[in-house]
Every structure is written in C-alpha cells, then in structure tokens.
C-alpha cells in the first residue's frame, strides 16, 4: 500500500466529515431532505478528499524536497536564517500590531509575520555572499579537499570532461596563471573511463588522451588537483552536475564545450572558456599593418592563397596563389571577428 493511497483514505474521511457538518448549515425543515442532504454532501466530500488529497499533501512534499534536494547548501541555510530573522522583527512589531481594532488586530499579525518573513529570507539569499565575507570566510572541510580549508569561492575551479581531453590546461596550469586548485569530479573522472572502454577508436584514444592528461596535470601543475567523490543525487547528465555542483560549491567551471558554457552561464554560474582565452591572447593586428607569413595552399576565390598565424589565425591573401610556399609579406585589409574565431584578410605588400 502506497503513501499517497493511505492519504487518500485519510483525505476521503476528512473531506466527508466537512460534508457532514456543511449539511448543517442548510438544516431543512423536511427530516427526509435533510437526511438526503447529509448523505448527498457526505458522499461529494468523499470523493472530493479522494481526489484532492495527494495534491494537498503528497505532492507539494514531493515537489518541495526536490526543489531543496537541488538548491545549493549556502543558499538553504541563508534563507533559513533570512526566514528567521524576519520572523523574530515581526514578533517584535506582534503586540502593537495585534492591539488594533478587530478585525485588523486578528488579521494584521499574520500578514506582518508573512511579509517580514519573505524580506528577511529574500535579502538574505540575494545578498548571501556578501554576508557571509562580513561573518568570514566560508570553509569547506572533508574529503573533497583532504582537510586544505579553502574557501570555495575563492580557491576551487571545477574541470569539464572536455577541457581535460582537450589538454591545453596541462600549458596553462605551467604558467603559474592558475591560482586555485583544480577539483575533478568522480562523474567527470567516469565519464573518462567511459570514453577510454569505447569500441570507437576515435572516441576510445579521446578518453585515454584524458585520462593521460589528468595524470600531467596531477604531476606538473602548480597548484593542487584534487579528485572528489561529490556527486550530485537524483541529476543523469555530467554537465547538468556539474552545474548544479558549481551552484552548491559557488564556484567557477573550466570547460571549452560551448552548450555547457551557455546552459551554466544562463544559471548564474560562472565559466572560465579555453577557447575564449585563447581568442583573448591572440596576436592583435590591425588593418594596415604588415605582416610576414608563408602561403602554403589555395583559397575557395580565385586567385586566393591562405597562410596561418603562430597561433593559428587564418589569413586569406587576394592573388596570393602564384605565391604557394612562399615566405612573403602582406597588408591586412580587414580583421573579422567570428563564433569560431579571427579571419584577418590581405593583399600582397607589392600591390600585386
């Protein structure tokens, strides 16, 4: 026997006990109308609670854990104090309210107590974080971090699947660039194994290239990596965890997937994009300067030749053909920024 059967039971006999004491407020004069009356309003009160009591009871619990399950630690425990500090303001305000002429000393008091308990828990919750730095700083301990005391926000960047097969973190974290330590979700670190065991070739070095990469990074990085076993219950996907993850961490995620990049940007979670950076570094050239470069193969318009950049921005040259795999130097003529990146345009310097 289900939960919300028993409820509906329970919700049957409450709903045709009202029915039972509604049917007074008619009273007939007729003995057999009102006989009829208590009956006809007994039985509707019965199959009214048999209706509506999984949506009284079950449901909205239901729907209320799941919501809870998937806000993040900070923000339950902001509203809980917000909701409790509004309600201690509105005990205050309690005796002067309820001091006024009826009906409003009976009503005021639970609306008082309403608005003062919705302000306290929305100001609480919008403003947590800077609460929290005025309290102190927020420290993680566990297993997550093997007892380090960083602050979340501050000190933990989540890795995407992506991003490690990618492997230009591994040059990045060299750098010194990278100040935080890099947190490896165990979901991400299955998805990897996953990839690694595929029967696709292609998608089977993928996933060993990653699990490689995890290992440079654990060896060569300047700062901590750290592999958690933190998941998230009740969510499927990797890049849904990983947002909901980020949210309950309040911290940033490294990917250069363009969907999880959007989706995590949508829900208030910030992301630090490779590819954003790496478009962000490259060299600037503006229309007019000169530049030194090797033509090695055609373009799609006639006449067209086509060189590269150091770091891979494609140049299209006009009557740059005749000058396949040659070293040569070219005017820029336009500079176009693109989704996938800079297209920069030239003419030959000799005005061929």
Not at 10 to 32: D, K, R
Not at 97 to 125: D, E, Q, R, T, W
Not at 126 to 151: A, E, H, Y
């Amino acid at each position: 026997m289900s939960i919300e059967f028993v409820f509906r039971l329970v919700g049957m006999v409450v709903f045709a006990i009202i029915g039972v004491q509604s049917s007074y407020l008619f009273q007939p004069n007729n003995p057999g109308e009102s006989a009829r009356l208590i009956i006809v309003l007994t039985l509707a009160g019965a199959a009214l609670g048999l209706l509506v009591a999984p949506y009284l009871t079950t449901r909205p619990f239901h729907l209320i854990q799941a919501k809870l399950r998937k806000m993040p630690a900070a923000k339950l425990v902001s509203g809980v104090i917000g909701l409790a500090l509004g309600l201690a303001v509105a005990a205050l305000l309690h005796p002067s309210v309820s001091n006024l002429p009826y009906p409003y000393g009976a009503i005021f008091p639970i609306i008082v107590s309403i608005i003062f308990g919705y302000i306290g828990m929305a100001v609480m919750v919008m403003r947590q974080r800077d609460i929290f730095n005025l309290v102190g700083p927020r420290i993680i301990s566990g297993n997550p971090f093997d007892g380090l005391g960083r602050k979340a926000t501050d000190d933990v960047l989540l890795l995407d699947t992506s991003v490690v097969i990618d492997g230009r973190i591994v040059d990045i974290s060299r750098t010194g660039f990278i100040r935080n330590t890099m947190l490896v979700p165990g979901f991400v670190l299955a998805e990897l194994q996953y990839i690694a065991d595929s029967s696709d070739p292609l998608r089977r070095n993928r996933g060993r290239r990653g699990l490689e990469v995890l290992e440079q990074l654990q060896a060569d990085s300047l700062v901590p990596v750290q592999i958690s076993d933190l998941d998230i219950e009740g969510v499927k996907g990797v890049d849904d965890k990983l947002v909901m993850l980020a949210k309950q961490l309040d911290c940033p995620i490294l990917t250069n997937d363009f969907n999880l990049n959007s989706v995590a940007k949508l829900q208030g979670v910030l992301v630090l994009n490779i590819n954003e950076l790496a478009n962000a570094v490259k060299t600037v050239i503006l229309p007019g300067e000169t530049v030194s470069i090797k033509i090695i193969q055609e373009g799609k318009e006639r006449d067209q030749g086509v060189a590269y950049l150091d770091d891979g921005t494609m140049i299209v040259i006009e009557n740059g053909r005749s000058y396949l795999n040659r070293n040569v130097e070219v005017t820029v003529t336009r500079v176009i920024q693109t989704n996938a990146g800079r297209m920069i345009f030239a003419k030959m310097e000799n005005g061929l």
